[in-house]
């Protein structure tokens, strides 16, 4: 798998009840869940993306399921999904979490 930056990646997977959550039991800390980096925790969750491809374009993507490492600033992306995406040849230029998530969360909380 290869990170938004082109580094290669191993991404946790995704729990579909739970988006913001991997299925991956908390209390074990995989190295899946960690920056191949500098070793710390991922953000898994969705995020909503701007991708700047080669013709100087830009490509919104919503709600990709991603890591995010908050000191190196990379996001991880599954390499099939970019390119199911053609995002190949792109370069992750913005990302943020996703509101549909925030919502998610703004809700269960409420309840």
């Not at 869940?33 to 490509?59: G, H």
């Amino acid at each position: 798998m290869l990170s938004a930056q082109g580094r290669t990646y191993d991404p946790p997977q995704m729990d579909r009840a739970h988006p913001n959550r991997t299925g991956d039991p908390p209390p074990m800390a995989t190295s899946r869940q960690r920056c191949p980096q500098c070793n710390r925790p991922l953000s898994n969750t969705r995020y909503d993306a701007t991708f700047r491809l080669p013709d100087r374009t830009e490509r919104l993507c919503f709600g990709i399921p991603a890591g995010l490492c908050q000191d190196c600033h990379q996001l991880y992306i599954d390499p099939e999904l970019i390119e199911l995406l053609d995002l190949g040849a792109g370069r992750c230029v913005f990302a943020i979490e996703s509101d549909l998530v925030l919502q998610e969360e703004a809700w269960s909380s409420a309840d």
